[in-house]
């Protein structure tokens, strides 16, 4: 059992540690903004046609071991695309005909992205096209 002389001197311990929340609050903080302001991001850059393939794949049953761990696991810097892939994320797997169905959603999503982005790469000038 402790004596007196040291019971305050674990009240004063346990007061100090109450000073060090707010430093470790800014200090996650400032990590975070500085990641964001040099681009130190873990967000891949997926294009839809990959992502169309990841869930494709896995409704077909026909990706690698790994391939939709990478595609949930990873963020994707497209947020069109990462909104699919957080979507992904929240089927419940194994994936019975519920689930496949959600999947097939997904996938008629990115498969719209796709098609947007093909038209917009399509009606866009060529550099050494001429316009009226």
Same mark, same amino acid.
């Given at each position: =059992?402790?004596? *007196?002389?040291?019971?305050?001197? +674990? /009240?004063?311990? *346990?007061?100090? +540690?109450? +000073?060090?929340?707010?430093?470790?609050?800014? &200090?996650?903080?400032?990590? &975070? @903004?500085?990641?964001? +302001?040099?681009? =130190?991001?873990?967000?891949?850059?997926?294009?839809?046609?990959?992502?169309?393939?990841?869930v494709?794949?896995? $409704?077909?049953?026909?990706?690698?071991?790994?391939?939709?761990?990478?595609?949930t696991? %990873?963020? %994707? /810097?497209?947020?069109? @695309? /990462? #909104? $699919?892939? =957080?979507?992904?994320? =929240?089927?419940?797997?194994?994936?019975?005909?519920e689930? $496949?169905?959600e !999947?097939?959603? !997904? @996938? %008629?999503?990115?498969? #719209? %992205?796709? !098609?947007?982005?093909?038209?917009? *790469?399509? #009606? #866009?000038?060529?550099?050494?096209?001429?316009?009226?």
């Amino acid at each position: =059992m402790p004596d *007196r002389s040291d019971q305050w001197h +674990l /009240e004063i311990d *346990r007061w100090y +540690l109450w +000073l060090l929340v707010p430093f470790f609050f800014v &200090a996650a903080l400032a990590v &975070a @903004l500085i990641s964001k +302001l040099f681009g =130190m991001s873990n967000a891949k850059a997926r294009t839809p046609q990959e992502v169309v393939g990841y869930v494709r794949d896995f $409704i077909e049953g026909t990706g690698g071991e790994w391939d939709w761990d990478d595609f949930t696991s %990873i963020s %994707i /810097e497209d947020p069109r @695309l /990462e #909104a $699919i892939r =957080m979507d992904a994320e =929240m089927v419940h797997l194994p994936a019975g005909p519920e689930q $496949i169905e959600e !999947l097939k959603q !997904l @996938l %008629i999503r990115a498969e #719209a %992205i796709r !098609l947007e982005d093909w038209r917009l *790469r399509v #009606a #866009a000038p060529r550099p050494n096209e001429k316009t009226d």
